[in-house]
């Protein structure tokens, strides 16, 4: 079964800190996501890789940037986080962008304070 | 713009009785539709797919083009089934877009 890693559950960070949130996947999958998940509104898309070094922006990319060295691992950075950016995120991936399964990562709070 | 509704942010239905989520989306050429699920404390998953045309945990999904929906139904609800749902769709080759999710809880 695909495996979708976030490595922190919970993280607590001051406002101005930069702010890097890991996700891996072992199954060989192209495309990569990062979504924030807010009560109210849904899932937005903040970045998705589609091949290492890839990226493109989504919905709501102002205020993060991706990182994709290599295909299993995809980290969003939160150059200078800010209390708007206290969220949950959610990694994903998947074979393709389009009209595929998202197998989706546990998540990780993320409080800025 | 490819655009997911879901006019309802929390139902509440008695077990045993059927549930409706209502799903509208505005997309121009052929959409395919999803609806995830995420329990509590457990990670957000796929429930069913309109090209699949399965029925899973009893709950099946129709996409009517005319209407632009694709409404997630239950003839008796489980308590079991409380939980956030949500609707996406997948157009040409652009990522999931997701609605803005229902939360169903249902009463013993």
């Known amino acids: 079964d695909v495996k979708v890693t976030q490595s922190s559950r919970y993280l607590v960070k001051r406002t101005g800190e930069k702010v890097f949130l890991e996700c891996v996947q072992d199954?060989?999958?192209?495309?990569m996501f990062w979504y924030r998940q807010d009560p109210g509104l849904g899932l937005r898309l903040i970045y998705f890789?589609?091949?290492?070094?890839?990226?493109e922006k989504g919905d709501i990319p102002e205020g993060y940037s991706v990182s994709r060295e290599k295909k299993e691992r995809f980290s969003l950075i939160l150059e200078s986080a800010s209390t708007n950016q206290t969220s949950m995120y959610l990694c994903?991936?998947?074979?393709?962008?389009?009209?595929?399964?998202?197998?989706f990562g546990s998540g990780t709070q993320l409080s800025v304070l | 713009a490819q655009r997911v509704t879901q006019p309802e942010k929390l139902l509440s239905v008695f077990k045993g009785a059927p549930v409706e989520l209502k799903c509208n989306y505005s997309?121009?050429?052929?959409?395919?539709l999803f609806w995830y699920v995420q329990y509590s404390r457990q990670r957000l998953q796929l429930l069913l797919r309109?090209?699949s045309r399965e029925s899973i945990k009893g709950f099946t999904a129709d996409l009517n083009k005319g209407e632009t929906s694709f409404h997630l139904k239950k003839p008796f609800a489980q308590e079991e089934d409380s939980a956030m749902y949500y609707c996406?769709?997948?157009?040409?080759?652009?990522?999931?877009?997701f609605g803005k999710g229902t939360r169903l809880s249902v009463i013993a």
């Open positions: 994903a991936s998947s074979f393709l962008v389009a009209g595929e399964k998202l197998f």
């Open positions: 199954m060989d999958h192209e495309n």
């Open positions: 890789s589609y091949d290492v070094k890839m990226k």
């Open positions: 997309y121009s050429g052929s959409p395919e």
């Open positions: 309109h090209i």
């Open positions: 996406a769709l997948s157009s040409g080759n652009t990522p999931l877009v």
